[in-house]
């Protein structure tokens, strides 16, 4: 494959006569190479050969498609709209979604093993029948006094609105898990859903 | 004409307002636009891919203009974004015939669309991630270790990926070269 181009008799490697064309070799090794290259025919046929395929590659000029793509920006931009997701992302969103509902129905239900501990924004309609969902809190945070045998634990309506507006981002990952489940100092069971969310620039 | 933009930490020396930073943000397109297009047409050999991806590149750009425009090196950002969104396109193979309509003419115009078509082949023979390596260095003199932050490579590494893919594409492009003569 080295055709025209006669073998280094001193085996040069093609790292190094690389890094010397790309002004990366470190200033010990520079004056050695230079001096080489300088009484040997095939590294400079070599590196000559390098320089036109530079040469080549930069006169490979790109079309002129700026006012093509400046208006595709201004559009996409005025109508303050994303391009079309591909489906792989939105498959991607959508399982995680999935994920983080059921991690959270199963915090919640791990939590409601122990009735009449624990806050409650939500009722589940199917234990109260045609009944209207009653408020409870926090026993230990005061009256009302719980009520029912199946209360739920819901996440505040802060975190809940972040993590919709996460999960609603295509260039954001969600990940969840459970840390740490034992029961607190009153006898609570206490769990953490573990929730990393990460941002893709790129 | 463009939309409000994503918030603007301004300098002592610039009002912020929508309209500067639109202002700025076109500024920043006409500055770049040409390097991430050239960018993206070596790598994809395509105008129309390189022109989409270069959209969203700096649709990118924009949703992160506050941060972006204050970097000190903007560019990397811009070919970072460039780099990932053109290697995840040609991760899906397909056959780019050469459009000579976008073939500038010349003195030799024959000669020249051939020498084109061969750089494009020889382009699109090497793997992604070499071509994206040899062109960020060749065409648009990156640094090794400024590479190395495009694709997510050690110095070290792209020292030996570059060497490689330099040697392929000589061997590559002198091969077809032949054939043609």
């Given at each position: 494959m080295s055709q025209g181009v006669t073998r280094c008799p001193d085996a040069m490697p093609i790292e190094t006569l690389t890094a010397w064309y790309d002004h990366e070799l470190v200033p010990d090794e520079a004056p050695r190479v230079r001096d080489h290259v300088r009484t040997c025919p095939a590294c400079q046929r070599r590196l000559d050969e390098y320089g036109i395929n530079t040469d080549r590659l930069r006169d490979f000029n790109a079309p002129d498609l700026h006012a093509r793509i400046w208006r595709g920006v201004q559009q996409e931009i005025a109508h303050g709209r994303r391009r079309s997701v591909p489906r792989s992302v939105i498959g991607g969103v959508g399982a995680a979604a999935v994920l983080v509902a059921l991690m959270v129905l199963l915090f919640t239900q791990l939590l409601a093993q122990?009735?009449?501990t624990a806050t409650s924004t939500l009722q589940p309609t199917a234990t109260h029948g045609s009944q209207p969902p009653t408020a409870t809190t926090h026993p230990t945070h005061g009256s009302p006094t719980p009520t029912g045998t199946s209360p739920w634990h819901t996440v505040g309506p802060a975190f809940a609105q972040s993590l919709a507006l996460a999960a609603s981002d295509p260039q954001t990952l969600i990940s969840c898990g459970f840390v740490n489940t034992k029961p607190d100092q009153l006898g609570n069971p206490v769990g953490a859903l573990a929730l990393g969310i990460s941002h893709d620039f790129g | 004409m463009l939309g409000k933009a994503p918030p603007h930490k301004p300098h002592a020396h610039d009002t912020a307002s929508p309209t500067s930073d639109a202002a700025r943000f076109e500024q920043f397109f006409q500055r770049y636009e040409p390097q991430i297009t050239g960018f993206l047409w070596r790598m994809l050999g395509d105008a129309d891919a390189a022109c989409d991806l270069c959209q969203e590149t700096f649709i990118r750009a924009w949703q992160h203009f506050a941060t972006v425009a204050d970097y000190p090196k903007p560019a990397s950002w811009l070919f970072r974004v460039a780099s990932n969104l053109a290697l995840n396109h040609v991760r899906r193979p397909q056959a780019v015939p050469f459009n000579e309509e976008f073939a500038p003419a010349g003195s030799d115009p024959g000669n020249r669309v051939v020498a084109r078509e061969l750089v494009r082949q020889t382009l699109m023979e090497l793997a992604p991630k070499s071509r994206a390596l040899l062109v960020l260095r060749?065409?648009?003199?990156?640094?090794y270790a400024d590479i190395g932050q495009c694709v997510q490579m050690t110095p070290a590494a792209v020292k030996m990926a570059i060497s490689r893919a330099r040697e392929q594409f000589r061997q590559i492009y002198r091969a077809k070269d032949g054939e043609h003569r």
């Open positions: 122990r009735p009449g | 060749d065409v648009y003199a990156f640094g």
